[in-house]
């Protein structure tokens, strides 16, 4: 099993930038796609971005391409993901992920994937 543990959310101001880490631990050898998921009050779960562990091929939401950017750090089992220019509209909890890979995240989205972290807070101030 996996286990996943998110950190680095909080309150900023709009144009303001945040970083947030995920680490894994447990059994993350089949998990070869890990990622970030958010939700808003009242939404669904959306699809923020996903990478390989293999390749370190990466994936993004329409909504966060070109502000925020995801990665990884093997040797330490560890994925972020790199938040700039953030919005009113980013406001949500962050939840990270991990799945059998990257692609099948990004394009089947939250409802095929049932390994999560707790989630973490981020609010954007305008």
């Known amino acids: 099993q996996v286990q996943l543990k998110e950190s680095g959310g909080g309150l900023v101001q709009a144009g303001d930038s945040l970083t947030l880490s995920c680490v894994a631990s447990g059994r993350t050898a089949s998990a070869y796609g890990r990622g970030w998921f958010r939700q808003a009050p009242g939404k669904g779960r959306e699809f923020v971005a996903t990478?390989?562990?293999?390749?370190?091929?990466?994936y993004y939401g329409e909504s966060v391409k070109g502000r925020f950017s995801i990665s990884r750090d093997g040797a330490k089992n560890t994925v972020f993901l790199q938040m700039n220019n953030l919005r009113p509209e980013d406001t949500a909890v962050y939840y990270c992920?991990?799945?059998?890979?990257?692609?099948?995240?990004?394009?089947?989205?939250?409802?095929?994937?049932?390994?999560w972290g707790q989630g973490t807070q981020v609010t954007v101030s305008s």
């Open positions: 992920a991990a799945g059998t890979t990257a692609r099948s995240m990004a394009m089947v989205g939250a409802r095929n994937i049932n390994i």
């Open positions: 990478i390989s562990t293999r390749d370190g091929t990466t």
